[in-house]
């Protein structure tokens, strides 16, 4: 099976180890995978931020540069979901502007073909047990999008329990947001500031090693909040690690922090 | 006195931020809404049917809002055909007015008051207070409010910002200025509370000749009005009476009897997480020898035709009031209700008030901004009101407006990069080259709202594309070359 990598804008700048870890998983799992190199971003910041108009012609990109892939696969549940919930949403308030028919078709053609890692992983691939080891105490953090606009549902947390060595401890108030919420962030600063806190208050809680999540805008607002903590008091053991680079795992080639 | 509006409120990011400082007001928040949050959750849980009965609910609505015009001249028919009087108000000075003239005629200088959403959004008493009329708030936490010359913050619980200590010492400093003083000794005990209350409000209901209600529901069918609630002070005034004024909004109508079915299960487990509510109030016009000889019902449209004709925005009046969005919002948590500066608090005021009131002045133009788009609300809502499609829709039409020049500008410089991903990939190998020099604080800016309390994140050796071009080089992938443009 040959399926093309969406990799996101983020991970692509600041996260690339996501990404390399979705390529290897992918391919020890005996998919071919393709990185047509014509993506970039799916919009959703300008979307988000009130700029729909601006998301037009990144919305032709992305249909145009997968166009011939029945599957394209990406390790981010909020860019999944922008695909899957607001490009038909885009398509149409274009078309009622009257000029957006090549838009709604290209949003429709795309739109189901784009599946979240874990999606892919559990819906089309079938697999439970990837094969990982990961021999650490995790606590994992369903991201909104991924939460409530996918409805990924047990995906992630059965790919987790799978994995060989691995301690799942539950997060307390799991379904609660990190705050991150793009430029939220920025335009309430405090609002945003005093969610993360809450929710890495609660993640230290659970003497985890490692914070895991499947969205790494998310992952960065935290990792973000962790970075200021531990230059402040330098004694906290917890990381924050994309869930692809635990599912890409192995006693051979395992997981190092970077 | 309660004559505290929010006008020349400021943007949510500034009220916000004092709300996060407080921790008093944090702790309160928290527990309240955790508790309401959880008890709701089983509530629902309980039926089986409950993604039925919310298409059901949504639906109704959807159907009485497309033939609304029709259902209001029914409405008005009905209510007059049993004895009411029907009067039409398009804004708030117009209801205001209106209500000032009815009570005015009966010659009585006060007024008690049911718990009402509609009147605190037209800021009736303030209104009446400047025609020389009191208005009383006979809701316990409606009363906490007016007695602390407060304002509400929360549609369900307005006083949820109070802990018990609090509401003691509000009850013993002002009971006496408005009547009934509180009992001497006051503790902090809830049935001692309820009790100086229900002393102190006694005194009102039998005096009270006027009351002002709003309405849950309106049947267009029969002609009968709907009031849901806890405490049956709303009952008080709804009967003892000689004369009750009603201001409903008119998308509160619904076409028969029989929807009730649907909506008095959907609200009590959405809003107060009770199977059933203790008091449900009905009321069709007057009746001789049975509760108010007069009966007035003002039916207010303050913005509701406007946001009727927005394709996107109309789901909002679909809302029945529950506040089950507000309950598990993790901004409103934080943020509390003062800081929406409105009668409408959370995340349904986010999307209803800049509707209702225009998105120009500054606090309205900042609260389509207010929320993380993590679609809690929404997963709530008994009517499947799309809460974040509706606010990211009210974010366009604010950033449309004068002031996002920069804003405008740097997203589409966003936009211009990534659709040129040979620029795209260059800016990334030139950042990740430079990034022992990058800091990880900044001082102006969106950057510093960020790096005030997070650090810039650490830029890698190499992007993905260029770690992808090592190692796979052109074996696959790159077949797909920009066509020419």
């Given at each position: 099976?040959?399926?093309?990598?969406?990799?996101?804008?983020v991970?692509?700048?600041?996260f690339p180890?996501?990404?390399?870890?979705?390529?290897?998983?992918?391919?020890?799992?005996?998919?071919?995978?393709?990185?047509?190199?014509?993506?970039?971003?799916?919009?959703?910041?300008?979307?988000?931020t009130?700029?729909?108009?601006?998301?037009?012609?990144?919305v032709l990109r992305?249909?145009?540069?997968f166009?011939?892939?029945?599957?394209?696969?990406?390790?981010s549940g909020?860019?999944?979901?922008?695909?899957?919930?607001?490009?038909?949403?885009?398509?149409?308030?274009?078309?009622?502007?009257?000029h957006g028919?090549e838009?709604?078709?290209a949003a429709?053609a795309l739109t189901?073909?784009?599946?979240e890692?874990?999606?892919?992983?559990?819906?089309?691939l079938?697999?439970?047990?990837?094969?990982?080891?990961?021999?650490h105490r995790?606590?994992?953090h369903?991201?909104?999008?991924?939460?409530?606009m996918?409805?990924?549902g047990e995906?992630?947390?059965?790919?987790l329990?799978?994995?060989?060595g691995?301690?799942?401890?539950?997060?307390?108030?799991?379904?609660?947001?990190?705050?991150?919420?793009g430029?939220?962030?920025v335009?309430?600063?405090?609002?945003?500031?005093?969610?993360?806190?809450?929710?890495?208050r609660?993640?230290?809680?659970?003497?985890?090693?490692?914070?895991?999540?499947?969205d790494?805008s998310c992952?960065?607002h935290?990792?973000?909040?962790?970075?200021?903590?531990n230059?402040?008091r330098?004694d906290?053991p917890m990381?924050?690690?994309?869930?692809?680079e635990?599912?890409?795992?192995t006693?051979?080639?395992p997981w190092s922090?970077? | 006195?309660?004559?505290r509006t929010?006008?020349?409120?400021?943007a949510?990011?500034?009220?916000?931020?004092?709300?996060?400082?407080d921790e008093?007001?944090?702790?309160?928040?928290?527990?309240?809404?955790?508790?309401i949050?959880?008890?709701?959750?089983r509530?629902?849980?309980?039926?089986?049917?409950?993604?039925?009965?919310?298409?059901?609910g949504?639906?109704?609505?959807?159907?009485?809002?497309c033939?609304?015009?029709?259902?209001?001249?029914q409405?008005?028919e009905?209510?007059?055909?049993?004895?009411?009087?029907?009067?039409?108000?398009?804004?708030a000075a117009?209801?205001?007015?209106?209500?000032?003239?009815?009570?005015?005629?009966?010659g009585?200088?006060?007024?008690v008051?049911?718990?009402?959403?509609t009147?605190q959004?037209?800021?009736?008493?303030?209104a009446?207070?400047?025609?020389?009329?009191?208005?009383y708030?006979?809701?316990?936490a409606e009363?906490?409010?007016q007695l602390?010359?407060d304002?509400p913050?929360?549609i369900?619980?307005?006083?949820?910002?109070?802990?018990r200590a609090?509401?003691?010492?509000?009850?013993?400093?002002q009971?006496a200025?408005?009547?009934r003083?509180?009992?001497?000794?006051?503790?902090?005990?809830p049935?001692?509370?309820?009790?100086?209350?229900?002393l102190?409000l006694r005194?009102?209901?039998?005096?009270a000749?006027?009351?002002?209600s709003?309405?849950n529901f309106?049947?267009?069918?029969t002609?009968?009005l709907?009031v849901v609630?806890?405490?049956?002070?709303?009952?008080?005034?709804?009967?003892?009476?000689?004369t009750?004024i009603?201001?409903v909004?008119?998308?509160?109508?619904?076409?028969?009897w029989?929807?009730l079915?649907?909506?008095?299960?959907?609200?009590?487990?959405?809003?107060?997480?009770?199977?059933?509510?203790?008091?449900?109030?009905?009321w069709?016009?007057?009746?001789?020898?049975?509760?108010?000889?007069?009966?007035?019902?003002?039916?207010?449209?303050n913005?509701?035709?406007h946001?009727?004709?927005?394709?996107v925005?109309?789901q909002?009046?679909?809302?029945i009031?529950?506040s089950?969005?507000?309950?598990?919002?993790?901004?409103?948590e934080?943020?509390?209700?003062h800081?929406?500066?409105s009668?409408?608090?959370g995340p349904?005021?986010a999307v209803?008030?800049?509707?209702?009131?225009?998105?120009q002045?500054e606090?309205?133009?900042?609260l389509?901004?207010?929320?993380?788009?993590c679609?809690?609300c929404?997963e709530?809502?008994?009517?499947?009101?799309d809460?974040?499609?509706?606010?990211?829709?009210?974010r366009?039409?604010?950033?449309?407006?004068?002031?996002?020049r920069?804003?405008?500008a740097?997203?589409k410089?966003a936009?211009?990069l990534?659709?040129?991903?040979?620029?795209?990939?260059?800016?990334?190998?030139?950042?990740?080259?430079?990034?022992?020099?990058?800091?990880?604080?900044?001082?102006?800016?969106?950057?510093?709202?960020?790096?005030?309390?997070?650090?810039?994140p650490k830029?890698?050796?190499?992007?993905?594309?260029?770690?992808?071009?090592?190692?796979?080089g052109?074996?696959?992938g790159?077949h797909?070359?920009?066509?020419?443009?």
């Amino acid at each position: 099976m040959r399926v093309a990598l969406f990799t996101t804008c983020v991970n692509d700048a600041v996260f690339p180890s996501a990404a390399i870890a979705t390529v290897r998983l992918l391919e020890r799992l005996g998919v071919t995978v393709d990185f047509p190199e014509q993506q970039s971003c799916c919009g959703q910041p300008q979307y988000n931020t009130g700029y729909r108009k601006l998301t037009e012609p990144l919305v032709l990109r992305m249909a145009r540069v997968f166009e011939d892939y029945e599957f394209v696969v990406t390790p981010s549940g909020s860019c999944a979901a922008m695909v899957r919930d607001n490009y038909p949403r885009i398509g149409a308030k274009a078309e009622a502007e009257g000029h957006g028919r090549e838009l709604a078709e290209a949003a429709a053609a795309l739109t189901p073909r784009v599946l979240e890692l874990t999606e892919f992983l559990t819906d089309v691939l079938g697999v439970t047990d990837v094969g990982a080891h990961f021999p650490h105490r995790v606590t994992y953090h369903p991201s909104c999008h991924g939460l409530r606009m996918l409805g990924l549902g047990e995906r992630p947390l059965a790919l987790l329990r799978a994995v060989k060595g691995l301690e799942l401890v539950e997060l307390p108030g799991a379904e609660e947001c990190c705050g991150f919420g793009g430029t939220f962030a920025v335009k309430n600063p405090d609002v945003s500031t005093a969610m993360g806190e809450d929710k890495l208050r609660s993640a230290l809680s659970t003497g985890a090693e490692v914070l895991c999540g499947a969205d790494n805008s998310c992952l960065l607002h935290l990792g973000a909040m962790l970075s200021r903590h531990n230059r402040r008091r330098a004694d906290t053991p917890m990381h924050i690690v994309h869930l692809a680079e635990i599912l890409a795992s192995t006693e051979t080639d395992p997981w190092s922090h970077a | 006195m309660s004559g505290r509006t929010d006008l020349g409120m400021p943007a949510f990011p500034k009220a916000a931020k004092a709300s996060t400082k407080d921790e008093r007001l944090r702790a309160n928040l928290r527990h309240a809404t955790h508790t309401i949050r959880d008890k709701r959750a089983r509530a629902v849980g309980e039926l089986d049917d409950w993604a039925l009965l919310r298409e059901a609910g949504k639906r109704i609505k959807d159907h009485t809002l497309c033939h609304l015009d029709a259902y209001l001249l029914q409405l008005e028919e009905r209510v007059t055909a049993a004895g009411g009087t029907v009067h039409w108000a398009g804004d708030a000075a117009e209801a205001n007015r209106i209500v000032a003239d009815l009570v005015k005629a009966t010659g009585e200088r006060e007024v008690v008051k049911v718990k009402s959403m509609t009147t605190q959004e037209i800021g009736l008493n303030a209104a009446l207070e400047a025609e020389g009329i009191t208005a009383y708030e006979t809701d316990l936490a409606e009363l906490i409010v007016q007695l602390g010359d407060d304002l509400p913050s929360h549609i369900l619980v307005p006083a949820i910002h109070r802990n018990r200590a609090e509401i003691r010492d509000i009850f013993t400093e002002q009971m006496a200025r408005w009547g009934r003083p509180a009992p001497v000794g006051l503790t902090d005990r809830p049935a001692d509370l309820a009790e100086a209350a229900r002393l102190h409000l006694r005194e009102k209901f039998l005096r009270a000749k006027v009351a002002v209600s709003g309405a849950n529901f309106m049947i267009a069918e029969t002609g009968t009005l709907v009031v849901v609630e806890s405490e049956g002070n709303g009952r008080m005034c709804l009967t003892l009476p000689e004369t009750l004024i009603s201001v409903v909004g008119i998308e509160k109508v619904l076409p028969a009897w029989q929807d009730l079915e649907v909506f008095l299960q959907l609200l009590p487990r959405s809003s107060t997480a009770e199977r059933m509510n203790p008091y449900t109030t009905t009321w069709t016009g007057t009746t001789d020898g049975d509760g108010p000889r007069e009966f007035h019902l003002v039916l207010l449209d303050n913005g509701r035709s406007h946001t009727l004709a927005d394709q996107v925005g109309r789901q909002v009046l679909r809302c029945i009031r529950c506040s089950a969005c507000l309950n598990v919002c993790p901004v409103y948590e934080r943020a509390g209700g003062h800081a929406y500066g409105s009668a409408y608090p959370g995340p349904i005021g986010a999307v209803l008030t800049p509707q209702l009131r225009g998105t120009q002045s500054e606090v309205d133009a900042s609260l389509p901004f207010a929320s993380s788009l993590c679609g809690a609300c929404y997963e709530v809502c008994p009517v499947a009101i799309d809460i974040p499609e509706v606010l990211v829709h009210l974010r366009e039409q604010v950033a449309a407006q004068p002031g996002h020049r920069a804003e405008h500008a740097a997203m589409k410089a966003a936009t211009w990069l990534f659709d040129h991903p040979a620029a795209l990939a260059a800016v990334e190998r030139a950042a990740s080259a430079t990034r022992a020099l990058h800091p990880r604080t900044l001082p102006v800016g969106p950057a510093k709202a960020w790096t005030d309390s997070r650090d810039l994140p650490k830029l890698p050796a190499e992007p993905f594309r260029t770690w992808w071009k090592k190692h796979h080089g052109d074996q696959h992938g790159d077949h797909h070359e920009e066509p020419a443009r």
